[in-house]
């Protein structure tokens, strides 16, 4: 096997190829590791490839597992591995050894397949596009002047360019689904509680943050899906997968649903761009044809006041959480430790008070609650995923802004292309993007799906049909394994 028959294989084909013998671990590990090198210099997606995994995946790794031997590449933040960096791309965090092991990377191994390597994240996640201190700029592979987004931009930009199937991925406000939508592939927020977050905590961002993967097909997020959810002894609250597994239901025609669509943001400024909407009408079109009741609405709730509520929540928990890393730094965090925006919400979030924090929650309380009164006359929502295409990285905003800036003006910047994916974060409900469109200069674009809580197959199965009628497959990046 050569790179340019590797890049097509999703990680399904590439383990069926591996149980026939047909190509071995090794041989997989070297051609991902081959990739990684022919991408990574224009990508700068890979912080660190694991040099003992490319002969062999470790011993740890379940040689009975369905994907036995297919390499993937973690995100470096949420997947923790014992005894390996996790710097969350902070200086603050270099040289980290992570303790215990993530439950999703227990499950990963379990199911054979081989992780080598760390992708790219901003600085604790914190940002819309990926970029940081310790690791640079990522850039996106069908357009290295533009950005993969953020915040698992490293993971979106290596599988979008082919280096492997399937990579790792976290939502915490779009982190997942807006660098699958830039870099035109699959990205599932799954339902609150579905995959555990845990051991070493409850729950993430008091709730807004989940962990998955990007991949290139439908048929992998399911098969992805199937191994990673599911409760973990101890966790506060849980979702049960449907008892046959996701894969198995993929290809099951869904009945006749009721789709609302909007392509109106709820923050109105700036406004969704022409491309976008395109790409939302495209998916509506083959919904109406195959015999779907299609409607214009949206839910209603005060954007201004989730906004605020946001700011709090996402401040406070990063403000805990790299006060909780600091004891394992051995210092409290200083200016110079830290880029200047996530100084600037850390002291944000550092000053709220629990009555604060408590009072922003409930307003998520209120937009839940919005969104749950629609979903109890709707199916299925769909919007565009974006605000705009990806951005030019020369127009976007700084992570490490040189001059004075607030966390409120920090986090709209963050949030100025992510409207329409933050709100499942806030209440919960199973949401995915799928590569439906390009614009006319050849740039992807997602179209939203959103449903009801613990109806993550129903998404899968509605996204199957768009697979079907506007099929991505055979597109491929500027920058890709195989030249």
Not at 413 to 440: E, R
């Amino acid at each position: 096997m050569n790179l340019s028959e590797y890049r097509t294989c999703d990680a399904v084909a590439l383990a069926a190829l591996l149980k026939n013998g047909d190509v071995t671990p090794g041989e997989a590990a070297s051609l991902a590791a081959a990739g990684i090198e022919a991408v990574n210099p224009a990508l700068n997606g890979v912080i660190e490839v694991f040099a003992d995994r490319l002969a062999a995946p470790g011993k740890e790794v379940d040689r009975q597992g369905a994907f036995f031997g297919v390499p993937i590449l973690n995100k470096d933040l949420s997947f923790a591995e014992a005894g390996r960096r996790q710097e969350m791309g902070s200086v603050f965090a270099k040289g980290l050894l992570a303790k215990t092991d993530s439950t999703t990377v227990e499950r990963l191994r379990a199911a054979g397949l081989n992780i080598i390597g760390r992708t790219t994240t901003p600085e604790f996640g914190n940002a819309g596009l990926t970029e940081s201190a310790i690791a640079g700029v990522t850039r996106n592979p069908w357009d290295p002047a533009r950005t993969p987004g953020g915040s698992s931009g490293g993971s979106a930009a290596m599988v979008a360019a082919g280096a492997v199937p399937v990579a790792t991925a976290s939502d915490g406000g779009g982190s997942t689904r807006t660098p699958a939508s830039l870099c035109g592939l699959v990205g599932l927020k799954a339902t609150r509680g579905l995959i555990p977050v845990g051991p070493g905590r409850g729950e993430g961002g008091s709730g807004l943050t989940g962990p998955f993967a990007v991949t290139r097909s439908l048929r992998d997020c399911a098969a992805f899906l199937d191994i990673m959810s599911g409760p973990a002894p101890g966790d506060p609250y849980t979702v049960q997968p449907p008892a046959e597994g996701y894969g198995a239901t993929l290809n099951r025609e869904p009945a006749r649903l009721r789709i609302a669509y909007t392509e109106e943001n709820w923050a109105d400024e700036p406004a969704t761009h022409p491309e976008c909407r395109r790409a939302l009408r495209k998916a509506i079109k083959v919904f109406e044809d195959a015999g779907h009741e299609i409607e214009e609405a949206a839910p209603f709730f005060d954007w201004q006041a989730f906004f605020e509520a946001t700011i709090v929540v996402m401040c406070a928990n990063l403000a805990a959480g790299i006060d909780g890393l600091a004891a394992a730094v051995g210092h409290p965090p200083r200016p110079e430790d830290l880029q200047s925006s996530t100084w600037t919400c850390y002291r944000f979030g550092r000053d709220r008070s629990a009555r604060e924090l408590l009072t922003a929650l409930g307003q998520f309380n209120d937009v839940s609650r919005s969104f749950g009164d629609f979903f109890q006359r709707y199916d299925i929502l769909a919007t565009p995923t974006n605000v705009f295409p990806p951005p030019r990285l020369d127009e976007t905003y700084s992570c490490d802004p040189q001059t004075p800036i607030t966390a409120a003006d920090y986090q709209a910047n963050v949030y100025s292309n992510d409207h329409f994916v933050c709100l499942a974060n806030t209440t919960g409900q199973p949401s995915i993007t799928l590569p439906v469109h390009q614009t006319d200069d050849g740039l992807p674009l997602g179209v939203q799906l959103m449903a009801r809580q613990a109806e993550d197959a129903l998404l899968l199965r509605l996204g199957r049909v768009l697979e079907q009628a506007l099929p991505w497959a055979g597109r491929w990046p500027q920058v890709c394994v195989a030249g």
